[in-house]
């Protein structure tokens, strides 16, 4: 039997982490994996868990002052059936694992399992998404691309837990989303590419664009988004051998049991040109 503990508030669940090394453990689809050990054999999870993924506190959708707040316990099938989540973001969530999977997984599992390939994490980067970090001393909130600071590694403290995850409560002029994989449903990712624009008066008002599973972690560059902004629609397509030149040095895949580093290179490239193709169409 694995020991832990199953507290019936947050703010139980605070008071032991404050007190015991142990685990946070939602609906485990990732964690299982990792911590398996062959056939008939328990997970070896190193120290106690503390189960959190019953608790309410961590299963509401809301919106407050114009920003979208989710509970990190809510599960991908309620992302997907909620009618606050925008539609650009349930793109992903739709082709994350099997609809099983789904009624287990969870946003903040997803996020602190902090893989470059996690298939939330190019939308949560390019809208500069906030998590809010509880411990029984207080809180405190963090951008998304500061809490993960490499493969499987986060800036969470021991006596912290994720709570809420902040995004901000609109839809973007122009969406795309892609995922690369060896078939279109229940497939590890290859490569992610997440690309939003506004266009006013046909100029590009603001633009977002990332790449997953192509770097340590999710490939974002402000200084090149910023440098688009203010350019005419149009004119993009004169530039677009420019942009795929800037951001080729910033995608760095590795080859391994998914795919080739020269393919994910090559179709995350593309997909940008594809993007960028698409707002130059924008009027």
């Not at 993924?53 to 997907?80: R, Y």
């Given at each position: ?66 920003q979208?707040h ?79 600071t ?95 030149e ?25 997909l ?6 698409k ?5």
């Amino acid at each position: 039997m694995v020991d832990g503990f199953r507290p019936a508030t947050l703010q139980e669940a605070l008071d032991i982490r404050s007190k015991h090394d142990c685990l946070p453990i939602a609906g485990s689809t990732d964690l299982m994996v990792q911590k398996a050990r062959g056939f008939a054999l328990k997970p070896d999870f190193g120290k106690p868990l503390l189960f959190i993924g019953h608790l309410p506190e961590l299963h509401k959708i809301s919106i407050e002052k114009d920003q979208i707040h989710i509970g990190a316990g809510v599960l991908l099938t309620d992302l997907l059936n909620s009618d606050i989540i925008p539609a650009i973001f349930k793109e992903a969530v739709c082709l994350m694992a099997s609809p099983p999977s789904r009624n287990l997984a969870s946003i903040g599992g997803n996020i602190c399992n902090a893989s470059p390939a996690g298939d939330t994490l190019p939308y949560l980067y390019a809208v500069d998404a906030q998590l809010v970090l509880k411990s029984a001393r207080g809180e405190r909130t963090v951008s998304v691309d500061r809490f993960i600071t490499g493969p499987k590694q986060t800036d969470l403290a021991k006596n912290e837990l994720l709570t809420d995850i902040i995004i901000p409560n609109k839809q973007f002029d122009v969406n795309y989303y892609r995922k690369v994989g060896q078939r279109k449903g229940m497939s590890l990712t290859k490569a992610a590419f997440q690309g939003m624009a506004d266009i006013d008066n046909g100029m590009v008002a603001d633009i977002r664009i990332t790449f997953g599973s192509v770097a340590p972690t999710i490939v974002r560059s402000r200084d090149i988004e910023k440098s688009l902004i203010g350019i005419f629609a149009a004119d993009i397509e004169d530039k677009v051998s420019e942009i795929l030149e800037r951001y080729t040095p910033l995608v760095r895949p590795i080859d391994d049991a998914r795919s080739s580093a020269v393919y994910r290179k090559k179709v995350s490239l593309r997909l940008l040109e594809d993007f960028l193709r698409k707002i130059s169409k924008e009027k």
